[in-house]
């Protein structure tokens, strides 16, 4: 194995271990409390540590240096998403944090980057009266904050240390706004910058040799050259077809159409090995568990925690299929439905 297989296999062990996957905040203040423990669950590793240093570029071109800011301010980064009924009902809160700021504060919105693209990200900011700096994120620095809900939000002391990881706009972030801003600023040990993001594949390229655990604790080879069988992943979400029903009905759609087209060539016995990959967000191996009860989904699935996987084949939307041939070669990628999918499978299959 290469150094940048090796990079890749190293990479999803450490967030399959460290990788916190929860559930979506729902209607119920009980099941809101509940999203709210597992997101300080999921910052209890970075509260207290040292914040990353990462340059980033808002929609507007504008450059934030995160470093630049330790030691003199404290920052508040606030992760959404456009299609995240919760997100939005916060939104008011988060948009007066930024206009109270004063001198003594950072507010940045980082958007997932997750079933969102620029244009629907700027209609949002136009509809709901937006005015803080807006970042759309690549993975990295989500990965860098443990993300694992929206909103999620990351209070960075004047410091320069992570101080408060939580879900909910309530006394607790409030409490800890307070705080940062008022905590006595010191010169700081910053960590290394966002370690460099894990190789990437695309159209043209060879599927890294790596393996990973199904939720039946199988094994999966991404590559299996020794097969020359064709490999088809196809990268899910467990509550594309449910949550997004509402707030992106043309999403829950696709979702719906991708599963039962590839559920049917799965079934359909030709040489092609399937591999659903669950993103992480909003979702755990019980969530996994049950959407293919719900479906009765008969091809292996795998859950992608740390988001890594999506991460190292750009996937930025679901569903999204990536087929390759005999040779392990990554010869097709589809975002979304395509009426044409069973016949390029059948043609691999040849």
Known sequence: MNAKMRALSVAILA??????????????AVQELSGQDR??????????SEAPRIVLTTIDGEKIDLGSLYGKKAVYLKFWATWCVPCREQMPHFEHAYQTRGTDLAVIAINTGFNDSLEEVRQYRSKLGISMPIVI????????????VTPQHIIIGRDGRIQY???????RLD?????ARTSTAHEQRVRADVPADAPHYGTGDRLPDLAVSTLDGATFNILDSGSRRPTALVFISPWCESYLASSRPDAATRCRQVREQVEALAAAGTRVRWLAVASGLWASRDDLSDYRSKYNT???????????LFRSFRVMQVPTVLLADGDGKIVRRIDGFDAGLPAEVRSLSR
Do not use: C, W, Y
């Open 15 to 28: 967030g399959s271990i460290a990788g916190f996957a929860l559930l979506p905040a729902r209607a119920t």
């Open 165 to 171: 990881v939580g879900h909910l706009a309530d006394q």
């Open 39 to 48: 997101a300080a669950a999921a910052g209890k590793g970075l509260v207290g």
């Open 137 to 148: 994120d690549d993975g990295r620095l989500g990965a860098a904050f443990n993300l694992r």
């Open 298 to 308: 008969a091809m292996p699935l795998t859950l992608d925690e740390s988001g890594q």
């Open 175 to 179: 409490a800890a706004l307070l705080a």
